[in-house]
């Protein structure tokens, strides 16, 4: 049969290693896909560039509309990320009969509904697995092993780079800043890597899995987002003393007034299984009400695992072309006339524990001022600890860890808190997570 043709726009980390794995293991993929998969083309900004693949055979252009306007063409594989060029490139794909694959969560998450229904009523796929988790399958999971539960709660580890500069600042008192440029140059993180350590990066990803997991529009916008940036390594070590790892987390919780959909640091029991997930590992928590919970671990991110992902969704693709189009999986797992809009939960309305790092006076009066502010806003304390005697200005880090209480009460107590003449800095605020169930 004949070779199915491929343009990849974009050679870079994801783009190199993808033909690179569809290269090493051609025969293999030949058997799964039932037809060869053959990158004719590929799009990169500089020519000279040297390429972390096998470029032979492949013609390589810098004008992207060549490729999706090429007919001999049958798929586009879209690899440079950001929303604007890449939305006019798979929408000009899409116009041009072609499917396309896509790694990018950024364009899936803020344009994906207009994306899908564009391809829905030509008829084509945009698959997208790599755009969530790197090499862990957690879309195909969602939308099809798991596809007949009712979801109840997504909890993952969505952002290799987060993952890794919190493991490196914990394991090896690493510096911040040091650790996210070796993930950069690991090829981790995002070519703006404020969209992994600001969270926005997760957000995209939780964006994609709440839409597919509770069969809502993609609605980025309605994702609580918090970052890493924030955190010091005292904070890792004073949660480490009372048994917790920070962890940048993702979490989509249905109930019964609508959905919980946030991003931001947690702390969490030592002994969870999320607390040992490393390095640029991710993990994501999926419970379903007939599975009850299941946990999905890999590699976040990098050349090698997300190439897999690529090369999945290809294969995927080229057994679909003779398929009837109305009978595919679809894009978002339930059918697009049956997605609803989702209820989102304000932030204020949801309750959690929390670590408070305060930095204060260590004068006589000023913890019995703390705890009235906390008590009178109806948050109670679990642990309170004072680290040391004060530096050379008396001021004293201090971390108070509470009960479950509502957001907009921690709110408000915290700016009472950062309010009294004694405190020093703004209170650093980390959810605490139970993850009943581990
Ligand atoms: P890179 O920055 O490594 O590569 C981007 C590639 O796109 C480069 O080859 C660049 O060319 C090319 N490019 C950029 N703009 C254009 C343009 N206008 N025309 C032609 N070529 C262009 O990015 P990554 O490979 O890391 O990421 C690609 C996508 O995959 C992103 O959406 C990212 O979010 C996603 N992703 C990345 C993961 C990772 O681990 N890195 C994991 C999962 C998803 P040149 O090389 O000449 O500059
Ligand atoms: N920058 C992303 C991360 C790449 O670090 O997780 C994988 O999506």
């Known amino acids: 049969m004949k070779a199915v043709n491929i343009g990849v726009i974009g050679l870079g980390t994801v783009g190199a290693g993808t033909v690179d794995l569809l290269h090493r293991n051609q025969e293999e993929i030949t058997r799964r896909a039932g037809r060869e998969i053959k990158v004719t083309c590929a799009a990169v900004r500089d020519l000279s560039r040297g390429r972390h693949c096998d470029t032979a055979g492949i013609t390589l252009t810098t004008d992207p509309n060549e490729i999706v306007s090429d007919p001999s063409i049958d798929v586009v594989v879209e690899l440079i990320g950001g929303c604007e060029v890449a939305f006019d490139l798979v929408t000009a794909a899409l116009a041009q009969g ?130 890493i940036s924030a955190l010091t390594r005292d904070d890792i070590i004073f949660a480490q003393e009372m048994g917790y790892r920070i962890k940048h987390l993702g979490m989509a919780r249905r109930s019964t007034t609508g959905l919980d959909l946030r991003v931001h640091p947690c702390l969490i029991a030592e002994d969870h299984l999320l607390a040992n997930v490393t390095g640029v590992m991710n993990a994501v928590v999926v419970e379903g009400d007939a599975v009850g919970e299941t946990l999905y671990y890999g590699a976040g991110a990098g050349a090698q695992p997300t190439a897999s992902a690529v090369v999945a969704d290809l294969i995927d693709v080229v057994r679909t072309l003779t398929a009837d189009p109305g009978n595919r999986v679809p894009h978002l797992a339930f059918q697009a006339s049956a997605l609803a809009k989702p209820g989102i939960i304000p932030l204020a309305e949801v309750y959690c524990a929390h670590y408070l790092r305060l930095t204060v006076q260590d004068q006589p009066g000023v913890l019995a001022d703390i705890t009235k502010i906390l008590g009178g806003h109806g948050v109670s304390i679990k642990a309170i600890h004072q680290h040391g005697t004060g530096d050379e200005d008396g001021k004293v880090p201090v971390v108070i860890v509470t009960h479950v209480a509502q957001e907009a009460a921690v709110a408000a107590a915290v700016s009472g808190i950062e309010a009294l003449p004694a405190s020093a800095h703004p209170v650093v605020r980390i959810r605490l997570e139970t993850l009943e169930g581990h």
């Open 98 to 227: 072609k499917h396309v694959v896509t790694a990018n969560k950024a364009l899936i998450a803020t344009r994906g509904n207009e994306i899908f229904e564009q391809a829905s009523t030509a008829g084509l796929v945009v698959a997208f697995e790599a755009a969530v988790a790197g090499g862990i399958p957690v879309i195909k999971i969602l939308r099809e092993g798991l596809s007949g539960n009712r979801v109840e709660k997504l909890i993952g580890i969505l952002n290799g780079t987060c993952n890794f500069i919190l493991s490196e600042m914990q394991e090896k008192d690493a510096d911040y800043a040091e650790v996210l440029t070796q993930a950069q140059q690991a090829g981790y993180a995002e070519a703006d890597p404020y969209f992994d350590v600001e969270g926005v990066d997760a957000a995209h990803k939780l964006t994609i899995l709440a839409s597919i997991a509770y069969g809502v529009h993609l609605n980025f916008q309605s994702v609580y987002v918090e970052g």
